[in-house]
């Protein structure tokens, strides 16, 4: 799409790379750039799955550009259709994203991660909120954090600005897994693929169940499948795809989705 965003795809697969020397910092023009890229992806029927990676291996990504915001980039202004990053605030992405993460991930650059349904780092990947240090508000990663980890030490990163290696975020729950460097897109083209050839309707389920029904009491969000109020709810449980797990089930012999 430009030289700082560029994707490729295989087989249902859309791999996106932000390629912004030296600390892949997202300005207010690349992060609209990245909303183009996501929601393309999302409105596109025969991509199934996103890796969101950086070039480089020193950071992942520095998160916001001071340099632009000293420059003029109004830290209110306009970042997009999906909001910071291009993930966090698009909507209807029903998708399951997957970040390759290798390197520093930053401010912003860590709540872009933190987008992502599933987190894979290479060995030398460490974690921050500097925002603190700054006088400012980590925003996304204050309202996510605490949900993804303990919540002492997702408040003690937030307060103190603390690093964080790819051990420690492993055993806090923070990423999925963590691989020598050079291992790390290979894996996470295998767990695409391996997504990739799975339901999509049901997928999608997943997805809007977790993040709409975050709010509701758990009989509320019961209350809403079971009623088939949730949009790919209701599209899963009247589509070709359900019945065609269960024949496949019953014939046993692998399914063959269709995605409708």
Same mark, same amino acid.
């Given at each position: 799409? $430009? =030289?700082? @965003? #560029?994707?490729?795809? =295989? &087989?249902?697969? +859309?791999?996106? #790379?932000?390629?912004?020397? /030296? %600390?892949?910092?997202?300005?207010?023009?690349?992060?609209?750039?990245?909303?183009? #890229?996501?929601?393309?992806?999302?409105?596109?029927?025969?991509?199934?799955?996103?890796?969101?990676?950086?070039?480089? =291996? /020193?950071?992942?990504?520095? *998160?916001?550009?001071?340099?632009?915001?000293?420059?003029?980039?109004?830290?209110?202004?306009?970042?997009?259709?999906?909001? +910071? *990053?291009?993930?966090?605030?698009?909507? &209807?992405?029903?998708?399951?994203?997957?970040?390759?993460?290798?390197?520093?991930?930053? !401010? !912003?650059? +860590?709540?872009?991660?933190? $987008?992502?349904?599933?987190?894979?780092?290479?060995?030398? $990947? #460490?974690?921050?909120?500097?925002?603190?240090?700054?006088?400012?508000?980590?925003?996304? %990663?204050?309202? /996510?954090?605490?949900?993804?980890?303990?919540?002492? @030490?997702?408040?003690?990163?937030?307060?103190?600005?603390?690093?964080?290696? $790819?051990?420690?975020?492993?055993?806090? *729950?923070? @990423?999925?897994?963590?691989?020598? &460097?050079?291992?790390?897109?290979?894996?996470?083209?295998?767990?695409?693929?391996?997504?990739?050839? *799975?339901?999509?309707?049901? +997928? %999608?389920? @997943?997805?809007?169940?977790?993040?709409?029904?975050?709010?509701?009491?758990?009989?509320?969000?019961?209350?809403?499948?079971?009623?088939?109020?949730?949009?790919?709810?209701?599209?899963?449980? !009247?589509? =070709?795809?359900?019945?065609?797990?269960?024949?496949?089930?019953?014939?046993?012999?692998?399914?063959?989705?269709? &995605? /409708?």
């Amino acid at each position: 799409m $430009s =030289e700082v @965003i #560029t994707t490729r795809s =295989e &087989g249902g697969v +859309f791999e996106v #790379t932000l390629d912004r020397p /030296k %600390a892949n910092a997202i300005d207010l023009h690349t992060s609209r750039l990245m909303g183009e #890229t996501f929601a393309a992806f999302r409105d596109d029927p025969e991509l199934r799955v996103a890796i969101v990676k950086t070039a480089g =291996e /020193k950071f992942f990504s520095a *998160g916001w550009d001071l340099k632009a915001a000293a420059g003029g980039d109004a830290v209110d202004g306009d970042y997009g259709v999906g909001g +910071f *990053g291009g993930l966090q605030e698009l909507r &209807g992405l029903n998708k399951p994203v997957i970040a390759a993460v290798s390197g520093m991930a930053v !401010g !912003g650059g +860590f709540e872009l991660m933190l $987008s992502a349904d599933l987190i894979y780092a290479a060995e030398h $990947s #460490t974690f921050a909120l500097p925002e603190i240090t700054a006088g400012t508000l980590a925003d996304a %990663a204050t309202l /996510k954090l605490p949900k993804r980890i303990p919540y002492h @030490i997702a408040m003690e990163m937030l307060y103190r600005g603390r690093w964080m290696d $790819s051990a420690e975020a492993l055993r806090w *729950g923070l @990423i999925n897994e963590v691989l020598p &460097g050079e291992q790390l897109l290979d894996r996470v083209w295998e767990v695409a693929r391996e997504l990739a050839s *799975g339901p999509p309707l049901v +997928f %999608a389920a @997943i997805k809007e169940v977790a993040r709409e029904a975050e709010a509701m009491k758990f009989q509320e969000g019961m209350n809403w499948v079971t009623k088939r109020q949730f949009a790919s709810v209701d599209k899963l449980y !009247g589509s =070709e795809d359900n019945m065609e797990g269960f024949k496949a089930f019953a014939e046993k012999r692998d399914p063959v989705w269709k &995605g /409708k």
